[in-house]
């Protein structure tokens, strides 16, 4: 038993792996943590990852993923299934659970392939991937062009209520795209990503959602179009819901103009007019979550010349900083973006809440931690990030897996 004390709202007892309010029973408590000055939230919850096992474990493995989490103030993540080998039946959701528990860091829940190998081509064995664990389906990475098969995945999904998540991107308008499409792109000479071609996509999915019933989750929304797509569904009652992610809240296509790859992904840095609008979704909750897409690669790969190196930064250790830094939204909602958001649309019963009974994950933040992000000190294997020397306010400072202390 652990009590944690002096933080607000309250006092926390992690009873084994139950969470209780601190009231009798308190002085049972093995181990006393003093949290003077911290804050207590639901473990975060990260519902967008990239951890490269099995396949890849030179840029990340489901151990060093956890362990970054972890010290992110992340106690749950979702990792998607484009690892190495793709995660596409029962027994690749299997193979994480079993890697997760091994590495003892945070919890990681498995997404399933929505379609075989990511081909795009024919539905992976949804059924058996739920009945094993998986907590949602995502071809992420590659967009699902086929509108019969989305549909048909949107209506397989909604029979074991659970969610796609759309990697929304037109691909036939993204071709060998660097970067967005508006005039940075057209001054730097690099081809371009427009808006368009991630809003006609969210806007379809939201309408086969409409009409199959199922639940349509948009990943990494970066378009102001994007954010009214959402917006205008969710008031026609469609089950969508959406997340962003903590660089396009943050940064601008205007980065690149020194052609850093630490600024390409997919989908692309927008403009600051994208940025606001973002920022305004999450605030109203059109954005329901704030999800990293913690994308590592090796250094070799991402030292190459802008157009050859692959998308992708990482950003588990770096996205409670970051949000807690970006002004106009407020500490309630970035952590609700964060817990009880992720966990509602992934139906991870007992996570994303401090209520008596939950699963005692717990973090404590302290949200005055002023702090320098060094690369070289991430556990992640992944050292990309936009953020090298950036100064940030807010940091978690202890964090509980399960009642158990983890830093
Ligand atoms: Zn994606
Ligand atoms: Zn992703």
Known sequence: ???????????????????????????????????????????????????????????????????????GGFT????????GRVCDDAVGVVYVQAKSREAGGANVFAVGAVTKGLKGEELAELGK????GAV?????????????????????????????????????????????????????????????????????????????????????????????????????GIRVTAEAAPHHLLLTDQTLVNYESKYKMNPPLRTQADVEALIEGVVDGTIDAIASDHAPHTSEEKEQELAACPNGIIGLETTLGVILSIKGIPFERAIDAMTAAPARILGLKGKGTLEEGADADVTLIDPKASWTVDPAAFKSKGRCTPYEKMKLTGRAAHVFVGGRQCS
């Open 76 to 83: 749950s993540v979702a990792v998607m299934a484009n690892s």
């Open 1 to 71: 038993m652990i009590l944690i004390k002096n933080c607000k709202p309250h006092d926390l007892l992690l009873d084994g792996a139950v969470l209780r309010k601190a009231g009798k029973g308190a002085e049972k408590a093995e181990q006393t943590v003093d949290a003077k000055g911290l804050v207590a939230v639901p473990g975060l919850v990260d519902m967008h990852v990239h951890f490269r096992e099995p396949g890849r474990e030179d840029k990340e493995t489901i151990a060093t993923g956890a362990a970054a989490a972890i010290a």
């Open 129 to 132: 991937m739920s009945d094993a």
């Open 136 to 236: 949602a389906f995502s071809d992420d990475g590659m967009a699902i062009t086929n509108s019969e098969l989305m549909r048909r995945a949107l209506e397989y999904s909604k029979m074991f209520r659970k969610p796609i998540l759309a990697h929304c991107e037109d691909t036939a308008l993204t071709k060998n795209f660097v970067m967005n499409e508006g005039p940075v792109s057209a001054k730097l000479g690099l081809r371009g990503y427009p808006n368009a071609a991630e809003a006609a996509m969210a806007a379809r999915d939201c309408y086969l959602a409409a009409l199959t019933g199922g639940h349509v989750h948009i990943c990494h929304v970066s378009a102001k179009e994007t954010v009214d797509v959402v917006r205008r569904a969710k008031k026609q």
